[in-house]
């Protein structure tokens, strides 16, 4: 546990009681529980008391004062899945982890929980297992879920899978491509423009499959900082038509054939981006309030 | 630098937005759910697959993509709907998607792959025809399907925030305050209470003053209801725009939106909509150039039920335990950090905009006169089309439930609606009419609370559901009220020991007692509701807790304590299929042989017409696998072991002579086990042989009379003497026997065919079934003759049409049934008659049912019959003393009845007529009675004999009666379990004991080495059905058709048991009987 760590997530809140579920809340995702020596050090940094800090963590579900395993397997038990033989499925999991519901496997693999409802009551019985939703569970879908969520979830084959594909980009100002074919990334042309930060000016490559996140920098920059997205060829800053779904931060538009977009949150490490066919038409972009 | 300095600025940027979208003209557009709904199904991959052929066919000018939030359907997910044509393509794969862009390119549709109603080939080509839409009003929920969430332009488009221009044009909110009041629109969050009363209120306190807040609560803690996360996933900006309206009438200037940390789509659309609403000016200090401040931020819950209460939200945003406090103050007066606080629920706030942009005249159009407006469901559970179900309040439940919901998932019936979550209650079926609306519900004995309706069918039990809730508020209950606390703590104790089979019946009263304690003695909604489920149920399904506690049965075989290994407990005389199924996969198939014959004295009769309650329970169908093939074993192992394997012990003679009248399967079982406990027996038998009908009405192709007449040889001994030729009320009376006999037991079976009531009918040809079957299996005639109509759906009728078809002169046979193939083998007459006279009929219903059933009808089919359905006969044509023929009136399915189907509704001018030569009636037989009557036996109003069912005596002391002659029709093991049932009580009788035993739950007992056995593989193996003589090698013969399995197939079938027995007797799991190979709930 990094003291340092604890005590900005603290800053952040201006070391509020009244934050302390939030709080508690990020530190638990920094951690996937709730250290005993984080609890500590809020109780000493907010003033509030531990008996207090101890009684809202034990109070609310989210919170675990135990460590949780790599990955995490939640069985919901709302009313739909129960009626539909939720409770199966936890036995299930039971029998193939040999583990009970908020238990972890002793390999530190897989921690097993219940939830009181995902609210995807349609799909019942549903599994979420990092993230990830399963719908319709049976009994004999349970060791492959086991097995994919062991394996990191949804491994996609770049190759074979039809999902990810190639993106011609350009840029939207001076349309000349921003794909260079001599640098192959995940077997393919790489796509690449300059990123500058704090007067820090790099050249940054990133893997032209949508649905890949492979990015290489020339050198590194600092993780969660903003930066800006430079034409290699007309060294425009380019276009900023939205904000990254993911972190708020703004994002750069490049243009994929002509005027469909492929727009890319400009915060160091942020995976979000959005491929959006809705034509954009430079001309307009004075709109009001669209360009703030 | 503002966005915008007026609302004027504003207007215009809104209405640039809405031209701009009008000018161009409206390519096709593909709409798909992204929603957390549409994700865990896939849409994710399709949107992709989507994107990449618009890019690589260059189709971006022709075509667009949006991506939504929930769109109500999530049964059909991922499925995509195109317009403007409104074509809606259901569960899509990967494959088909490039197909249906290249087509909406086209303007043109991919048939094949449009909605159809689940077993129905009609396609849907648009939306609006969909039956799961047309029934529904979405002034809510529809927006979701025209604007992608996380951007507000979409949103503008489709007249978003025309309605906070409208409230900020006047700036005095005092007209949104009167204008929601007018409307009447109540808290959708379940309390109903009246929203424009809240804001009135909010808005008087500390007028002027600041800080006041507006709550948004999104804490959808209700385990079964998902509307809220659906409308902040799907429309965030219409909450925002409600909260903006709600701040600007009751004067706020902080928002808070509360929402469940499950929820983390909701979230982060909420977030970006949250940014995009700032950027525009909409949120913030002196919003678009006004004197208002407001902004919104989002608050986490961290997993807590009780937090959906105003006052413990309260607590939780405060960063303090969720412990509900006293009201008053309410938090109107002192709520967050001690400020007025007003509390509105996601969907209330999402009917805001729509209000002040129509007007509440329009909106009080909507609903009924006190329940104005619509309410979002979520329609869940055992139901064919599960999602958001948005209808006008007032609504009745069967409209939802049957139209919108298309009934059942399965084939088991509906049984109830639970409604309100862990806070609400059960409806059962027969108030289906209700009107939906805050009031009914609560004089049912349920809430609207937030909005789950969960479907509950028979495989549904009540009790488990009561128990479900009780251990959910256990865990959720603060624990601050004593009561609460503790009470639904030992509420759910009490509950567990009725599942266990440990329930008394001083544990209702008790139940009763407390679950009212709590409800009268709690702070907060969550106590003074939480007896709600079980009172609820002990209100309306009182007789599903009796037979836990009285009976020690589960009918819906959920409770596992009760329930055991499923084919046993399914069993009516009690077999153990697991134990011989796996004896035989060992090879051991004498011992086998003794295990099925200890249980049932008709084996090899059982092996062929038995209809498999066993396999219509085993877990490996229930659980996405194909049942186990029990009966096809059990035909393995009777037609190899002789009968001698298994000797019975003869006991020592007593002196009492019992008589026994029918020699059917009822009265020869009974006979056989009385005589082995030394009892002398006299069987009368009316006809010249014994087995009753499996004699006469069962045909020889599927039961050969060598196989009847050797398995009763071997019942009957040295304390059996039968007398045939002897009919009740004819050749004796009771009153006879009493003068001889000890006891007397009655079963004499049913064979009286109801018949059509139709002028004619007593016209030459024209043959009840049963007369029909025992003319030619008892002596050889054959009465059909021409062409063959034959009446019905029940099993007597496709035996009299397989029967006909083998007789000489017989030309064609055509099955004519009202209702629809599906609902056919059903035995519905009877049903409907039965419901009648108050009857309670078990059924037993579950996927693989109706394959067991169909197969009878396939194989008609196969031979030749023709089947035609929706039809009644209303007319009898006769010419010189004989049938010629019959008019028949086509129906149509209409509403529903009370056996939870459609009724078939005649089709006015729809007739047709048929030319017949013989007609066959089949709708059912009844046994005789009113001679019973007269020798002085007690007849319910229905016609028959009033018996005890659990210890089947009748009025008259030392007399009992069974089988088909109590029940009606009903199938040979049942009438086998009968009889035993008979012995049981006369030999009690006789010793003068009492009557009844004290129930105990039948659980395996006996361990057997399990084989390796990989569940995975045993549900992917499929199952072996025994061979079948084909069709033209049985047609005009009586061979029997199904053949036996060859010996490696027997065995194979065996290995892909599961062994549920295991769970209770395996060393391993001895002690915890609720261990791992057990499943028993179905999911269809």
Known sequence: ?292 | MNAFQTVAEFKAYRKSIIENHKKHPAKPCLVICGGTGGQASGSNDLIRIIKRRILEQNLQDKLALRITGCLGFCEMDPFIIVEPGYNLYPKLKMVDVSRIVDAAVKGEVVEELLYREPGSTVKRFTEQDIPFFQGQTRIVLGQNQHLDPIRISNYLKTGGYEALEKALEKPDGNWIVEEILKSRLRGRGGAGFLTGKKWELARNVNKGHTPKYIICNADEGDPGAYMDRSMLEGNPHAVIEGMIIAAIAIGANNGIIYVRTEYPLAIKHASIALREARRLDLLGKNILGTSIDFDIEIFQGAGAFVCGEETALIKSIEGKMGEPRQRPPFPIQKGLFGHPTCINNVETLSNIPYIIKHGADEYLKIGTANNSGTKIFSLVGKIKNTGLVEVPLGTPISTVVYDIGGGPSGSAKIKAIQTGGPSGGCIPSSMFDLPIDYDSLAKAGSIMGSGGMIVMDQNTCMVDVAKYFMNFLKDESCGKCFTCRKGTQRLHEILEDITRGKGTSGHLILLDELAQTVKDTTMCGLGQTAANPVLSTLRYFRDEYERHINDKRCDAFVCKELTGAPCQAACPVDTEPWHYVALVEKGEYEEAYRVIRSANPFPAVSSRVCDRKCESRCNLGISGGEAVGIRAIKRFVTDRIDSSAYKPKLGRKKKQEIAVVGAGPAGVTAAHCLSLLGYGVTVFEAEDRPGGMLSCSLPSYRLPKNIVEKEIKTLLNKNIKVEYGRALGKDLTIQDLQQKFSAIFLSIGAHESWPLNLENEDVEGVFPSIQFLKAFNMRGEELARGHVGVIGGGNSAVDAARVALRQKEVISVSLLYRRTREEMPAYEEEIDAALEEGVRIETLISPVKIHVRQEEIEAAIREGVELETLVTPIKIYSKEGRVVGIECIKNRLGEIDASGRRKPTPIPGSEFRLELDTLIVAIGEKPKSEFLAHMGLEIDKGGRIKINRKTLETSMKGVFAGGDLVTGPNTVIDAIATGKKAAQSIDRFLQNKPLTIPATPKLPSIFIEPAAVDETAAQALRRVEPAVLPPSARIKNFREVTMALPEDQARAECRRCLRCDLAFTSKQTIGQPMAVAMGGVQHD
């Open chain 1, 1 to 292: 546990m990094d003291t340092k760590n604890i005590l900005d997530i603290i800053k952040k809140h201006n070391k509020n009681k009244v934050s302390l579920i939030s709080i508690l809340e990020e530190i638990q995702g920094a951690y996937t529980y709730l250290p005993e020596k984080a609890l500590r050090l809020l109780a000493k940094e907010t003033g509030c008391s531990l008996t207090d800090i101890y009684g809202v963590a034990t109070f609310y579900k989210t919170f675990s004062l135990k460590p949780k395993g790599k990955h995490c397997v939640s069985v919901c038990l709302g009313t739909a899945c129960h009626v539909r033989g939720a409770q199966n499925i936890v036995e299930e999991f039971k029998r193939e982890l040999s583990i009970s519901p908020g238990e972890t496997t002793p390999d530190n693999e897989i921690t097993l929980e219940t939830v009181n409802c995902l609210g995807a009551c349609a799909l019942g019985p549903t599994v979420v297992s990092d993230g990830q939703y399963f719908p319709h569970v049976s009994k004999s879908s349970v060791k492959e879920i086991i097995t994919r969520t062991k394996g990191g979830g949804r491994s996609i084959a770049a190759e074979a899978d039809i999902r990810i594909f190639p993106l011609q980009v350009s840029c939207p100002l001076c349309g000349k491509s921003l794909m260079d074919h001599d640098y192959i990334i995940n077997g393919h042309p790489s796509v690449k423009f300059n990123v500058s930060m704090n007067g820090k000016k790099v050249w940054l490559r990133m893997s032209c499959l949508y649905g890949k996140h492979t990015v290489e920098l020339e050198n590194q920059l600092p993780p969660n900082e903003l930066s800006r997205f430079h034409c290699p060829h007309c060294h425009n800053e380019f276009p900023s038509f939205s904000t990254c779904p993911e972190c708020g931060a703004s994002m750069a538009a490049l243009f994929v054939r002509e005027k469909c977009s492929w727009e890319v949150c400009m915060r160091q490490g942020c995976q979000g981006h959005i491929l959006n066919l809705d034509q954009i038409n430079l001309h307009k972009k004075s709109d009001k309030g669209k360009n703030k």
